[in-house]
C-alpha cells in the first residue's frame, strides 16, 4: 500500500459514514492540499457507491475550514438514483467542524456523438527533461509537503514569480510511488501543480482553494505507474481571487480529467 493509499483509504463505522487519518506529508503551506482532501471524498464515494457499471463522473467541492492532520470523518449519501446517473453528497468532518462538502454525479457509459476539440500538449518525453515545478524561484527546502509526493518535470511556462506574460504552466506528472492512476489520483493531481498565476506574477503569493470542479473523462484503470501531462491556465486575477482550468492526460494521448477552481489570494 502506498503513502496515498494510506491517507486516503475510508475505514468504514457505519452505513454512511467512513473514518480517515489525514496526513499532513500531503499539505501545501501551513493547511492540507484541497486536491488530497479533494481524492478523500472520491475514495469515500467509491467505497460507498460501489458499482461496476458506473464510476464516478463529476464532483464539486467546497472547502469551508482548515483541516488538521489526524482523524476525521467522512459521510456519504446518496440524493437520487437514476437508471443512469445517480447525484451523491460528501462531507469531511473532523472534531464537529465541517471542512469540506461534495456534490456529484456517478453515472453509466452513454450512447451519444463523440468528439474531442482539444489536443494533449506536445512535450518531450520525461526522462529527457530535469526541470521540476517550483525552482528556480522556491527552493526545495522551502516547497511545500505536499511537493515531495510527486515527481514533476516542468515543461510549459515560466518559474514560478517570474512575471511571464502568461498564467500558464504544466508538464508532466507522476506519483513517487508506483500506483495505478485511477479517479482519486486525478483529484489529488488537478491541485497538486505550482498554480498557474504564480507565474504571471512577481512574489510572493500564495493562494488557498475556494471551490474546485473535476470532471473525469476518461476510465484510467488501465494506466499503471503512469506519467501524465498536464496543463494549467489562468485567464483573469480580479479582487483577490483567480480561476484556473486544469487538463490531465495519459502518456498516449487520452483525456482523463478536467477540472476548474477558483482561489483566494494570500499575500506573504
Not at 34 to 47: F, I, N, P, Q, T
Not at 62 to 84: I, Q, W
Amino acid at each position: 500500500m502506498t503513502r496515498f493509499d494510506r491517507a486516503t483509504t475510508p475505514i468504514r463505522r457505519g452505513p454512511e459514514i467512513f473514518s480517515v487519518e489525514l496526513d499532513e506529508g500531503w499539505w501545501a503551506g501551513n493547511g492540507p492540499n484541497g486536491g488530497y482532501l479533494a481524492a478523500v471524498l472520491v475514495r469515500a464515494v467509491e467505497e460507498q457507491l460501489a458499482d461496476d457499471n458506473r464510476r464516478i463522473r463529476s464532483v464539486s467541492i467546497h472547502f469551508l475550514s482548515k483541516a488538521e492532520g489526524g482523524p476525521a470523518d467522512v459521510e456519504v449519501a446518496t440524493l437520487r438514483e437514476g437508471r443512469s446517473v445517480s447525484t451523491f453528497t460528501a462531507s469531511l468532518r473532523q472534531g464537529g467542524k465541517l471542512i469540506a462538502t461534495a456534490l456529484g454525479a456517478i453515472g453509466t457509459d452513454r450512447d451519444g456523438p463523440e468528439f474531442l476539440d482539444a489536443n494533449p500538449p506536445v512535450l518531450d518525453d520525461p526522462e529527457s527533461i530535469t526541470e521540476g515545478v517550483f525552482a528556480p524561484a522556491i527552493p526545495s527546502e522551502y516547497a511545500p509537503q505536499i511537493a515531495s509526493r510527486y515527481n514533476y518535470r516542468r515543461a510549459i511556462g515560466a518559474p514560478p514569480f517570474t512575471e511571464s506574460a502568461a498564467a500558464e504552466t504544466g508538464g508532466w506528472i507522476q506519483l513517487n510511488e508506483p500506483r495505478r492512476v485511477d479517479a482519486p489520483l486525478l483529484a489529488a493531481m488537478s491541485d497538486a501543480w505550482m498554480p498557474a498565476m504564480f507565474s504571471r506574477v512577481g512574489g510572493p503569493w500564495g493562494i488557498t482553494t475556494v471551490d474546485l470542479t473535476i470532471h473525469f473523462r476518461t476510465d484510467p484503470r488501465h494506466l499503471f505507474d503512469e506519467w501524465c501531462r498536464i496543463r494549467f491556465q489562468s485567464i483573469a486575477s480580479m479582487n483577490g481571487y483567480c480561476e484556473e482550468d486544469c487538463e490531465i492526460w495519459s502518456r498516449d494521448g487520452q483525456l482523463l480529467a478536467q477540472s476548474r477552481q477558483l482561489a483566494a489570494l494570500i499575500r506573504f
